[in-house]
């Protein structure tokens, strides 16, 4: 059996979830949504302060959805990289702590690969190889998977992550935090090609070190502040709408663009998107009539496993665990770990 308990503390989402391989047991998640809210954004301390007061209670909780007890337990896991140091460190003391206590294996978890295993939790017949794109508010990067721990990045970003640029640009707009949501519910009612925005063309061919796919996001966020400030400075009412629909439009079809590309050309069929910018309808949108048109199959995770949560944490820990990957008891966190070194985190 390879029942694994695991704990996911990277960022601002408490969760514990039990996970045997690809069924999931039980999944907690308390977010600090409301608690960063008033910051316009995470703060590292304040979220590890809050993984101290919730951790236990979301233990208990998982424990008690699952009806298991420690004895139905056969390893314990913590996502050890990469994220908040001091965020990571309170989900993987606590699950040496436990590791120890009931003579249970402890398995670290790279945070990556448990976006890439969210999709396994829906799709129980996916197998390696497969192109995952992963889009979140750190992250975003274009993986081939091929095989249970063995990734290469073809592409990431040279500046701001998606996410980031969503969370900013609703800033900008004054939409609050967190970004994606809000800037996917007022695009709704706008129109996305109100405004030509850039598109952050920097793709090239592999020479000199530089990734052939990589992205920018940093220029479509300027180009969103200077729009802004022109509304402002004629004194007219911003359209905020067209233009949350607009910069949703152009990430969409940036991002589209890169990973239908990088599919074809490394001849990779199958396509799982994961994290947070996973849950966005126009990136939803995008990517499935691309691949209808080019014959090719997109896997999305369920909405509730695209954000942080331990559910896939535990999933890529069940998978390891039963390849016989452990990890020792000196295992540390590290804030930005390569998902290419996953195997270094067992023993």
């Not at 989900?91 to 590791?99: I, S």
């Not at 691949?291 to 199959?297: A, E, F, S």
């Not at 390569?338 to 270094?344: I, Q, W």
Request: overall charge negative.
């Amino acid at each position: 059996m390879v029942t694994v308990l695991a704990i996911e503390t990277s960022c601002d989402e408490t969760a514990v979830a039990i996970v045997n391989k690809r069924e999931v047991y039980s999944s907690f998640v308390a977010s600090q949504i409301a608690v960063h809210q008033q910051y316009g954004g995470v703060v590292p301390e304040v979220a590890s302060r809050q993984h101290l007061e919730v951790i236990n209670y979301a233990i208990a909780q998982a424990m008690e959805q699952a009806k298991l007890g420690w004895q139905d337990i056969d390893g314990i896991a913590a996502t050890c990289s990469p994220g908040l140091v001091g965020a990571l460190l309170v989900g993987l003391t606590v699950a040496k702590t436990l590791a120890m206590l009931h003579e249970k294996p402890l398995i670290g978890v790279h945070h990556l690969e448990g976006h890439i295993c969210a999709t396994y939790l829906s799709e129980l017949d996916l197998q390696p190889p497969f192109l995952s794109l992963l889009v979140s508010g750190g992250h975003t990067s274009l993986i081939h998977v091929q095989d249970y721990g063995v990734y290469q990045t073809l592409g990431e970003t040279r500046d701001d992550a998606a996410g980031e640029a969503f969370d900013k640009v609703a800033r900008l707009l004054g939409l609050g935090y967190p970004g994606g949501p809000m800037i996917d519910k007022v695009a709704k009612q706008g129109n996305p090609n109100a405004f030509s925005l850039p598109e952050g063309r920097v793709s090239l061919p592999n020479n000199g070190g530089f990734h052939r796919y990589d992205a920018s996001f940093s220029g479509l966020k300027t180009a969103v502040l200077r729009l802004v400030q022109q509304f402002q400075q004629k004194g007219e009412e911003v359209p905020v709408a067209d233009i949350a629909a607009s910069f949703q439009e152009t990430v969409a079809r940036s991002l589209t663009k890169r990973t239908i590309n990088c599919a074809l050309d490394y001849g990779l069929n199958k396509i799982a998107i994961g994290g947070g910018v996973a849950a966005n309808s126009s990136l939803r949108s995008h990517l499935q009539t691309a691949v209808n048109k080019n014959n090719l199959q997109v896997f999305f995770p369920p909405l509730k496993y695209c954000t942080d949560n331990a559910a896939m944490i535990g999933c890529a820990a069940s998978q390891h665990l039963f390849l016989g990957n452990t990890s020792p008891l000196t295992l540390g966190v590290n804030s930005r770990l390569s998902l290419t070194k996953v195997m270094e985190l067992y023993q």
